[in-house]
Structures are given as C-alpha cells and as structure tokens.
C-alpha cells in the first residue's frame, strides 16, 4: 500500500472535467512539492506537473495542479480518448528520506 | 533534449545481481541528479535511488542494504546494481533525470523526474 493514496480509477465523458487526487501526510506533501505523471500503455511515464501547480514546456493548460495541506489535486478538462492512462502523483518524504509515489489512478474516458 | 536509455540484461538468475546502465545523451550527468525507478507488471511505480551531480547517493530505505549507485563520468553513464535478487525484483527499470532540489525558504524539497527513459524489462528466474 503506498503512502500517497490515490483513487485507482476515475472516468468520465469526452469533453468534460475529471479530477484526481492524491492524500498523504504532513512528512511529504504537507512540507514538500507535488509532482503528478501520466503513463500511457505501453510507454514510460511522462511529466505533467511539477512544484504543485506548473507544467512544464509543452503540456496544455488543460492540465493543473493544486495543493491544499496534506492533499494534492489533479485537473484535466476537455477529456479526449488519448487522455486514457494511469496517472502517478510523487512526492519526497522528509521522515523516510525518499522520494514516493501514489499508487497510481486508471482515467478511463468513456 | 536531454535523452536517457538502459541496457543490460533481461534476464537474471535468483541470489545474483542485477546490473542496468543509462547512458545520457544531449546533457552532461555533472548536472542534476540522475534517479532509478521501477514498475513491477501491473503495478506502481517504486523510487529505487539517486546519485547527484557531485557523485552522492541516496537510496530507498526498504532496498538500501542491496543497492548501488554509480557513476561514469567520461561515459556519461550512470549504473545500477542490485544484488540478491529475487522474483520480487521483477519490473522495468528506468532511469531519469531528476530535478533534486532544496529550498532554504521553505525547507521543501523538489525531486522531479523528467525526462525518463524508455525502460528495460529484467526478469528474476532460473
């Protein structure tokens, strides 16, 4: 079981909005940034998200992030079918010295 | 554009040591932080460690007593070994950039990963 926990699995319509989140603790998103990644089947995963809420060169502003105390929030609007992946948030754990992963969340767009 | 990719063998017998290596191309290992992560079939993704532009290590607790990390500089490689191998350790391995970081400020601590390289699937069995 990871120690940032995340929904294993969200859906929702082309078009529209999904969010996923991401809980943890006061040792690693409550004092450390938040990063969130997408695997697409079959490949490595891919940054989307870095410091909590910016994205690096080349990700569309239909993906965000937030932070708020020990939970972390995923956005992503206009759903497309290629958004179809498991999403990771990741942090750094001050208490255990290491860097951690959610357990990951299947986006299924329906 | 920074480009990552390992190599080594796919296949490794119970009790021996795995040994992966990533090759940095477009970018120099004497920047940055260089990481090692891994994803068993199926399942999530797993910190394995990291070495940093200066040749520190850091390492999963749970995997600590069993890792190494090291570092060719003339190559622009970076290696992981992995001993005492089980079925267990069964995943694809990658090897990423890693924007380790520290804020004073704050004390908060980056440690992103981007980019990353493709992967290569080793296979714990006799």
């Known amino acids: 079981q990871s120690v940032l926990t995340q929904p294993p699995s969200v859906s929702a319509a082309p078009g529209q909005k999904v969010t996923i989140s991401c809980s943890g603790s006061s040792s690693n998103i409550g004092n450390n940034y938040v990063y969130w990644y997408r695997q697409l089947p079959g490949t490595a995963p891919k940054l989307l998200i870095y410091d909590n809420n910016k994205r690096p060169p080349g990700i569309p502003d239909r993906f965000s992030g937030s932070k708020s105390g020990t939970s972390a929030t995923l956005g992503i609007t206009g759903l497309q079918t290629g958004d179809e992946a498991d999403y990771y948030c990741g942090s750094w754990d001050t208490s255990l010295s290491a860097a951690l992963f959610g357990g990951g969340t299947k986006l299924t767009v329906l | 554009q920074v480009q990552l990719q390992e190599s080594g063998p796919g296949l490794v017998k119970p009790s021996e040591t795995l040994s992966l290596t990533c090759t940095v191309s477009?970018?120099?290992?004497?920047?940055?932080?260089w990481t090692w992560i891994r994803q068993p079939p199926g399942k999530g993704l797993e910190w394995i460690g990291y070495i940093t532009h200066s040749g520190s290590t850091n390492y999963n607790p749970s995997l600590k007593s069993r890792i190494t990390i090291s570092r060719d500089t003339s190559k622009n490689q970076f290696s992981l070994k992995l001993n005492s191998v089980t079925a267990a350790d069964t995943a694809v391995y990658y090897c990423?950039?890693?924007?380790?970081?520290?804020?004073?400020?704050?004390?908060?601590?980056?440690?992103?990963?981007?980019?990353w390289g493709q992967g290569t699937l080793v296979t714990v069995s006799s």
């Open positions: 990423a950039r890693d924007y380790g970081d520290y804020d004073s400020l704050t004390g908060s601590r980056s440690h992103w990963f981007d980019p």
């Open positions: 477009s970018g120099s290992i004497s920047s940055y932080y």
